[in-house]
């Protein structure tokens, strides 16, 4: 068996006395699709954090394709290809839709491949990127004329332009329509079938069931179920504890 793309040893984190991770374990494959569920304030956000390096973990370690994490920052971790969307879309509204885009093709792309591109390929990746999630007629407006639709479809494209090994979607379906829902469930279905693996966080169940092929669940800054989505959603301490019932 292949070493995980991504190994979670024993993280902890709190704030003041407040345990927001304690013993974290978790291992993503290469090319999987995991499912990452929990109640608000279950710590999910703080394991994605420390993850990334917003956040540095206390105890534990993270490790990247065998390269221990801890300790660095969070660009660093972008050039060896980890990438995540944010709740929260934050675009940089002084630049163009497309421009938005080149940033991480320049920083992270360049970084990583030392390969110096030309403004015709930057502007070609940039609307091909954008005509994945439909907004290729919209690459010169300001993100301040997109709807909060478009902004979260602008906000997965932008770690989609980092090329990453590992995209750490973090509730990017939040306030989209069922249709919509669906066009990004079969965009994250094509970026896994090109080898990127993927961790969905996510509050629409139907989307997590249909997309994952393993789901962890964090309750209270722990981890109480880790399977096949089937088994996770009928474990009776995740129905008590994350559906209330």
Do not use: W
Request: glycine content about 8%.
């Amino acid at each position: 068996m292949s070493a995980p793309l991504l190994e979670i040893k024993s993280v902890g984190k709190r704030f003041g006395g407040f345990v927001a991770l304690e013993a974290i374990n978790l291992d993503v494959a290469r090319g999987e699709r995991l499912g990452l569920i929990g109640p608000n304030g279950s710590g999910k956000s703080t394991l994605v954090n420390c993850i990334c390096g917003t956040l540095n973990n206390e105890t534990g370690t993270v490790h990247f394709e065998g390269r221990a994490l801890d300790g660095l920052p969070a660009n660093q971790r972008t050039h060896l290809g980890l990438a995540r969307s944010f709740q929260l879309p934050r675009p940089f509204t002084s630049l163009s839709v497309a421009d938005n885009l080149r940033i991480p093709l320049i920083y992270a792309v360049r970084r990583r491949s030392q390969l110096i591109l030309s403004p015709q390929e930057l502007e070609r990746r940039s609307l091909e990127l954008l005509a994945m999630v439909g907004l290729e007629a919209k690459a010169r407006r300001s993100p301040r004329d997109l709807s909060q639709v478009e902004m979260r479809k602008l906000e997965l494209v932008r770690a989609m332009a980092a090329e990453p090994k590992l995209l750490i979607a973090d509730e990017v379906m939040a306030g989209l329509s069922h249709s919509e829902v669906e066009d990004i469930i079969q965009l994250l279905l094509q970026l896994n079938g090109q080898g990127i693996s993927i961790i969905l966080i996510e509050h629409i169940m139907r989307a997590v069931m249909s997309f994952s092929q393993r789901i962890a669940v964090l309750v209270s800054g722990r981890k109480i179920a880790d399977g096949k989505p089937d088994e996770v959603v009928n474990n009776p301490s995740v129905v008590s504890a994350y559906l209330g019932q």
